[in-house]
């Protein structure tokens, strides 16, 4: 048994699916209570982290436990059942907003060290590194995924289709790549026959420098290495700004600053670079004086120089010679460079291919735009894409049929875990991965600026993906694809495993093994015909895919079923994206309206009851997840999702609605008659308030609402917030 205190863990996190948690969670542990179910909760927030992270430095009433390494200890128990919010994959200007904010609420916080020196400010920019980007996931992830559109939001769906954007053959939208010297092209990857142990070294004409020892690998891990070439970039981004300007069309990065939290910050800054160049030809020294760092985006810079009129005025005059650049916020002048983490790949590119291939320019209007994404390694299924609907015409979401996904991502699998062993060449050199038999497992020569890194996939996790591939397919009879290209390094050891078990299983005809590129064709034919199919991915597919397929079926992929299979028994159920959290939260503060759909929440819980009435033989918990099941229909049939309007029904209401749908769903059936009568006058009690509360949620909306901080609120005046109908509160408790 693990040390946990609840039946089922619920996740606090951040932005608006924390917001939604302070009026959706009283709601969860009001209606389990009635089978005997605990719902208790752990920290993963950006600030609960931080303060976990530097107790050290905290009064005892501050501190606060380290709820992220519990969790990760709980997963791996056979009793787990986590629910997990989406949480913030903090960016480095994200990181340092969150401590600036707790610093301000009396937290003596140390400042982040962007340039530490000494041994004191080194050791807490380590600390604080720990906290950058995929913190979490690699953490609670001991399973592989199993993602997908319930049922019921499919159906929806499909009668009730989302806008999509028209494509034209003649769009001038594309997707940008380097044509080589990118991590895709010098990847290297081997399987460990013994379990090992390795150190990766540069060696250079002054000598060697270690730049990892210990990693230390099981028998059967495939490990790789790659590396990014800097001159290549630069020259590849230079040539893309002009390439731009010739076709006139808006120009954009898209990257993943947050999950690959080392190289893809490093990559942006040299697009920051390359957009300011002459600006950094003529005021280099100037700019690192100012603490200027291009990986921290264009609005920091922009911060740091506004006092000097010199530099603004050549950034202004590149500026005006550049292309346009696509837009974050078009109204408030925030653009694609801004924040690494405002452009997040897995969300802007299927909104962009959504829109029929149009970005928002600095003028406001939409336009043909050239995506860029510098490494080749899944480019191609942006790019499969966008000429598949010029060549076709945009998605019908009423006919189309579904994608759904098995992911292989337990124990850090693949790039996602590669944090520790990324490196920014600091010379020449050769690196190498030397295992501890003295054994060369790779190496690669390099030149400085260099972006190297290693990655790994265990055998344990890699089976266990390939079996879970298996059952799912024989669950639904639906076409089944696994996404290996066997001309990369990598994919073709993981065939390796894929097709002996396939075969030692019986079951080599029911799969299909492509190419990312070839992959999309197959599937948008697929789902064009109203047919479904699985794709069946690595971890980074299975981030961008999960998002892809969903935004054009569902026109969201906040609101897919994700279930984790943790590997020794437990369940992790996921809630959906949190990309457009910040945008929700920012609509909150202003108007008190939030516009986040807690469909994801509502697939999960009933999944999470499920389960837990299987794990602890609980006839109760059963029935209650069946009926949030008939809850989720309720709020689809009856279109009792959340408006994007203030002074339309929000998030607030779709819980009331939710809260009473599962009620008359509990009250109505006949499996346990306990709870029936249990829940019947709490059902006519909702029922009978609906004039009252839904008068109460409206009456709040429209002004702004104070929460008390952004990434770490006050809980009081959020529960203020979130919860002002006093008449739902007096029947939740």
Known sequence: MSDKTADIIYTKVDEAPELASASFLPI????????????????????????????EHLTEAQRQSDDLAALGELVKQPDANVIKLPNI????????????????????????????????????????????????????????????????????AQNNPHRMGEWT???????????????????????????????????????????????????????????????????????EIEKTKAEGTLFSLHMKATMMKVSDPIIFGHAVKAWLAPVFDKFGDKLASLGVNPNAGLGDLLERVKGEAD????????????????????DKGITN?????????????????????????????????????PDNSYA???????????????????????????????????????????????????????????????????????????????????EDWVNLAIDRQKATGYRAIFWLDANRAHDAQLIEYVKPILEAKGVADKFEIMAPREATIASLETITKGENTIAITGNVLRDYLTDLFPILELATSA???????????????????????????????????????????FCALGESFKFLADQKDNAKARVLGNAVDAATQGILDNDRSPSRKVGEPDNR???????????????????????????????????????????????????????????HGDAAKTADVMRPSATLNAIIG
């Open 653 to 711: 209401d779709s819980h009331y609605w939710f809260a009473r749908y599962w009620a008359e769903a509990l009250a109505a059936q006949s499996d346990d008659a306990e709870l029936a009568a249990h829940f019947a006058p709490i059902a006519t009690a909702l029922a009978d308030g609906e004039a009252a509360i839904t008068s109460e949620l409206a009456a709040v909306q429209g002004k702004p609402a104070d929460l008390g901080g952004y990434y």
């Open 89 to 156: 994959s903090a960016s480095e200007p994200q990181l340092v907003a969150a401590v600036k904010e707790l610093q301000s609420q009396g937290y003596a916080l140390p400042d982040y060290p962007y340039a530490p020196e000494t041994d004191e400010e080194k050791a807490v920019r380590a600390k604080y590194d720990t906290i950058k980007g995929s913190a979490v996931n690699p953490v609670l992830r001991e399973g592989n995924s199993d993602r997908r559109a319930a049922a019921a939001v499919k159906s929806f």
């Open 28 to 55: 969860i542990q009001k209606f389990a209570a009635a089978a005997g179910v605990s719902v208790g909760t752990k920290d993963i927030s950006l600030a609960g982290r931080i303060i976990a992270t530097f107790p």
């Open 337 to 373: 460079l801004h924040v690494p983490s405002d452009v997040i790949i897995d969300a802007s590119m299927p909104a962009l291919i959504r829109a029929g291939g149009k970005g928002w320019g600095p003028d406001g209007n939409e336009a043909d735009t050239n995506c860029v994404i």
């Open 169 to 239: 053959a003649d769009s001038k939208t594309r997707v940008a790549s380097m044509d080589g010297n990118d991590f895709f092209s010098n990847e290297k990857s081997a399987t460990l026959a013994d379990a090992a142990t390795a150190k990766i070294v540069l060696e250079t004409a002054d000598g060697e420098t270690v730049l990892k020892d210990g990693v230390s690998y099981p028998a059967g891990t495939v490990v790789d290495a790659t590396f990014m070439s800097a001159k290549a970039l630069d020259a590849f981004l230079a040539d």
């Open 311 to 330: 530099i603004m005025a050549a950034i202004e005059e590149i500026t005006a010679a550049r292309p346009p650049m696509y837009m974050v916020n078009s």
């Open 559 to 601: 609101k897919m079923l994700s279930i984790v299979k943790l590997m020794n028994g437990g369940g992790l159920f996921e809630t959906g994206a949190g990309g457009s959290a910040p945008k929700h939260v920012q609509q909150l503060m202003e108007e008190n309206h939030l516009r986040w759909d807690s469909l994801g929440e």
């Open 380 to 462: 191609p299924v942006y790019d499969a894409a966008i000429e598949f609907f010029k060549a076709n015409g945009k998605l019908n979401p009423a006919t189309a049929g579904t994608v759904q996904n098995i992911g292989l991502m337990a124990q850090k699998a693949e790039e996602y875990g590669s944090h520790p062993t990324t490196f920014e060449m600091p010379a020449a050199g050769t690196v190498k991965m030397i295992l501890e038999d003295g054994t060369v497992l790779h190496q690669h020569e390099v030149e400085a600026n260099d972006i190297w890194r290693s990655a790994s996939a265990r055998k344990a996790p890699i």
